[in-house]
C-alpha cells in the first residue's frame, strides 16, 4: 500500500487516538521512520526494522512482524492507516502520547476493586526495551552493598519468599489538566492511577540478603527502556527513594498483575512497585538498584522534576530551581467511579461508589455533598486489604427534587488532612488532590 494514499478516515473509538500519521510521512518517510519507530540509521537506508523500533511497531500492530526485514522504509503498516492506534491488552484508555506511549483510564472505568490490567494507565518516559524475554532477564543490585548480586527472576522466586498485594501506583502528575494556566506535560485528569493484584518479592528482603551498608542513605534506580533520543545509554529517567523508604516491607520488586504477568506497557518482565510515592518512583523494565551515600540525581531526580515549591505560590509565578524540593508520600485523594459524570437519573434515589487512597497513611472517612459542600453526607467506607491499597466507599443519595445536582467527595486521611477544593498552583502540575466533582440530571 502506497503510505501517501490516504484510505477512508475513520473516527477514533473509545481507547484510541487520532494519529495524522500521513502529513508526517508525506513530508519526509525516512525521518517520518526515525521519529515513530526510531527504525533507520544514516548507514542504512533501506531501512529495516531493529532493536526498540522493532519492538514499538510490534507493540502498536498487537503481533510480532515475521517479515519486518523486507518493509521499505518510508511504508505506514496497513493496520496502522486507518489513523487509529490501540495497544494490545488495554481497553478504554485515553491516549496522550505515541512516543514515548501515556495513557489514562476514563474514571467511571476504575470502577472494579481492584483495577484490570486492561485498565491500568500507562506512564512512559523512553521507548521499550527490544528484548523483555522474561527468562534472560536480569537484575543487578549493587552500589553501597557487602555482597552485590545479579539475580534473575527465576533466582528471586527462588531465593526469596514471594508475595501478593494490591498496591496503588499513582502518577505525580494525575490532576495536571485542572491546573490554570496549564502547567506543562501529560495533560492527565483523574484517570493515572490504579490499584492493580502484584505479585513479586519485597525489595527490602532481596536489600537485606546483599547487606545494606551504613553510608547508604538513597537507592538509585535503572530501567531497560531507551531514551528517545536514541544516544546509546543515555537513560529516560532513573529515580531513587531514601533508604528509609526503601526498606518499607510493601515495597516490591514485581513479575506479576493480576494473576499473569505484567503488561509490556506496565513494565514486563520486572518492575519496582513502590507504592504511596509518585508511580515515578516504580521503575519499569528494572535491571539495576544501586545505593548511594547522596540524595540519586539521575534524570528527572534534579531541577524541577518531580518536585513542588517549598512556600505556596501565586498561579504563574516564576520560582527558583533551588526553592523546589522533592516530592515523597502522594497526598490523601478519592474519585467517583459510579455513576458515570454527566447522565440523566430517573428516581430520587442513587448510588455512589468510588475509592480512597492516601499516600503512606491510611483513608479515616469519606463524605459527600449534593449542596455543593454545604453539607456533608458520610459514606460507608471499607478498610484496606492490605496497606497501601486503596479503600471503597459507598452511598445511597437521595435527592430532594428533580434538577442538575453535583456530587462531591472528600476524602480525609488518619492524620486529619482533607482534599481541598482545590489546591494551590505549582510550576509542573504535580499533587492535584482536589476534590471529585461529578454532575447527574435528576429527572
Known amino acids: 500500500m502506497n503510505p501517501k494514499s490516504k484510505p477512508q478516515q475513520t473516527e477514533p473509538q473509545q481507547g484510541e487516538r487520532s494519529v495524522d500519521l500521513f502529513e508526517l510521512y508525506a513530508e519526509d518517510p525516512i525521518r517520518a521512520d526515525e521519529v515513530v519507530f526510531g527504525r533507520v540509521s544514516e548507514s542504512d537506508r533501506r531501512g529495516f526494522l531493529r ?22 522504509a518510508g511504508l505506514i503498516p496497513e493496520a496502522l492507516a486507518a489513523k487509529k492506534i490501540s495497544i494490545q491488552g488495554k481497553d478504554g484508555l485515553t491516549v496522550y502520547n505515541d512516543r514515548p506511549v501515556n495513557a489514562e483510564t476514563p474514571v467511571h472505568l476504575l470502577n ?3 483495577t484490570p490490567t486492561a485498565r491500568h494507565f500507562i506512564r512512559n518516559n523512553g521507548v521499550l526495551p527490544a528484548d523483555m524475554d522474561a527468562g534472560k532477564w536480569k537484575l543487578t543490585i549493587d552500589g553501597l552493598v557487602d555482597k552485590p548480586m545479579t539475580l534473575s ?6 531465593n526469596f ?16 489538566g485542572f491546573f490554570d494556566p496549564p502547567a506543562k506535560g501529560n495533560q492527565w485528569t483523574l484517570g493515572a492511577v490504579g490499584c492493580s493484584e502484584w505479585t513479586g518479592v519485597r525489595l527490602a528482603d532481596v536489600l537485606r540478603a546483599a547487606g545494606v551498608k551504613k553510608n547508604a542513605i538513597y537507592t538509585a534506580h ?8 536514541g544516544k546509546p545509554g543515555k537513560l529516560p529517567i532513573s529515580r531513587g527513594v531514601p533508604i528509609e523508604k ?8 514485581a513479575f506479576g498483575m493480576n494473576g499473569g504477568p505484567l503488561h509490556t506497557m506496565n513494565g514486563a518482565p520486572l518492575r519496582l512497585v513502590v507504592p504511596g ?77 468510588g475509592h480512597a487512597w492516601a499516600g503512606d497513611n491510611a483513608v479515616a472517612k469519606v463524605d459527600l455533598s449534593i449542596d455543593f459542600g454545604a453539607t456533608w453526607i458520610s459514606t460507608d467506607l471499607t478498610s484496606p486489604v492490605n496497606r497501601y491499597a486503596w479503600q471503597h466507599f459507598s452511598k445511597k443519595i437521595k435527592f430532594p427534587q428533580e434538577g442538575y445536582y453535583e456530587i462531591w467527595a472528600r476524602a480525609t486521611d488518619d492524620q486529619g488532612r482533607s482534599q481541598p477544593f482545590e489546591i494551590d498552583w505549582n510550576p509542573k502540575g504535580y499533587l492535584n ?11
Not at 51 to 72: D, E, K, V, Y
Open 246 to 253: 526503601a526498606m518499607n516491607p510493601h515495597n516490591l520488586i
Open 153 to 158: 527472576i527465576a533466582d528471586l522466586k527462588k
Open 277 to 353: 510515592w509518585p508511580g515515578s518512583c516504580s521503575q519499569k523494565w528494572v535491571t539495576r538498584v544501586y545505593l548511594r551515600d547522596k540524595v540519586h540525581d539521575g534524570p528527572k531526580m534534579t531541577g524541577t522534576a518531580y518536585r513542588v515549591p517549598r512556600y505556596p505560590v501565586a498561579p504563574g509565578q516564576k520560582v527558583p530551581t533551588k526553592d523546589f524540593e522533592i516530592i515523597h508520600a502522594m497526598p490523601v485523594k478519592s474519585i467517583i467511579t459510579s455513576p458515570a459524570t454527566r447522565g440523566t437519573h430517573q428516581g430520587r434515589e442513587l448510588a455512589v461508589r
Open 161 to 176: 519468599q514471594v508475595v501478593t498485594e494490591k498496591l496503588v501506583i499513582e502518577c505525580g502528575g494525575n490532576g495536571r
Open 433 to 443: 488532590n482536589s476534590m471529585h466533582r461529578i454532575s447527574v440530571r435528576v429527572a
Open 222 to 229: 535503572v530501567g531497560a527502556d531507551t531514551h528517545l533520543s
Open 51 to 72: 532493536g526498540a523500533g522493532l519492538a514499538t511497531m510490534g507493540a502498536l500492530l498487537g503481533a510480532s512482524i515475521p517479515f519486518h526485514r523486507n518493509m521499505p
Open 112 to 114: 472494579d476493586d481492584v
